[in-house]
């Protein structure tokens, strides 16, 4: 792997922990904004909201512009307005910066995506894609979990100024490692060695003829496989959101834990998925098929248990660790399947993959802040994400009849 791309994962390591840490964060925010847990819970959807809305909108404006230039701008703007949100006492003010934050922080992802994936051979996407999301599950270890412990000792806000403080290195190693411009095609492959490689080679032809080309990659987005995956994707970070956005809550009022047991926890659930990450680049490249088939029901089984043996605080330590693993090898090994569908839209295919799971993480948070706002308890979240992997095996089982009687209506 080229050393730019590990860099690239320095900058998700201080995005993901913001994105992630507020789950550690909610009760103090709520108790010194004076809001509602729900409505503190917002805070998480209010990012992910952004990040929808950023992340192909600030790809295509981002097009043409050097991938240097435009990650700097993206993460400068991403640490100012952490910097903001650090020094105000507004809970407005808090959801405005969230939302401006996940747009910058939509942004870099997508470019990030385009470079890292434009830098390594055209069969190992999934590798690229493992050491950009191994900087989010590394957030979920240490990021998170100090976030929470900054924010015991000297209030939520310190784990604000922290994450501005870690995107200043961010800024200098991107302005030393990244080159100027990226690569405006994939690297080449022999056309035998890949399926449709002859026209794969062509595309990438005209691509460097013409250019990036945001209506000619839209197109290449409309393939319903394409689709289909994204809404799989976006079920299952939605449960994976769900879940962790209250997973503080989880951990003290349905466990029985202490609150010194929260940044353990968080560090816990980072270890797993940081596991899961590494288990997905291992194997999303070369057999995700096979992955997907036994993490998909295994996610979902897990869901299910935890939300029966949440009560018990050995069950809650081993599935904290379970979960985490599951949930991101399955979510990765998805965004890795969106990468190589959508290899004829390099630019927008990881801006729509980073939209997608953000679909979910909006609207997890907000499924489980209604499950607990209507009086269902703490473990209502945990059942809420259930529901949703067992939705997206619906979704998925629907696409194979819908397909299968295509290939049959085909035939005849």
Known sequence: MPFAIYILGLAVFAQGTSEFMLSGLIPDIAADLNVSIPSAGALTSAFAVGMIVG???AAILSLRWPRRTALLVFLIVFMLVHVLGAVTTSFGVLLATRVAGALANAGFLAVAIATATGMVAADAKGRATSVLLGGVTVACVVGVPAGALLGQMWGWR???????????PAVVAILRSVPAA????????????QPGGAAQAGARGERAATGPSARRELRALRDPR?????????????ATFCVFTYLALLVTEVGGFGDGWVPVMLALFGLGS?????????????RPVRLLLVGGPALLAGWLLFAVAAGNPVAMVV??????????????????RVLYAAAEAPSLGGAFATAALNVGAAAGP????????AGLGYRSPLWAAALLVALAFVVAGLARAVRAGRTLTTAS
Do not use: K
């Open 55 to 57: 992340a192909p909108s």
């Open 182 to 193: 990226g690569p405006s095609v994939e690297p080449s492959v022999e056309p035998s060695t």
């Open 226 to 238: 394409l689709i289909v995956t994204l809404l799989l994707g976006a079920l299952v970070n939605g």
């Open 366 to 373: 907000l499924l489980g802040g209604v499950a607990i706002g």
């Open 319 to 336: 599935l904290v660790f379970v979960q985490g693993t599951l949930s991101f090898a399955v979510g990765s090994t998805l965004i890795t």
């Open 158 to 168: 310190a784990a604000f100024w922290a994450v501005a403080l870690v995107c200043v």
């Open 274 to 286: 940081f596991t899961g990450v590494t288990v997905a680049g291992r194997m999303s490249d070369a």
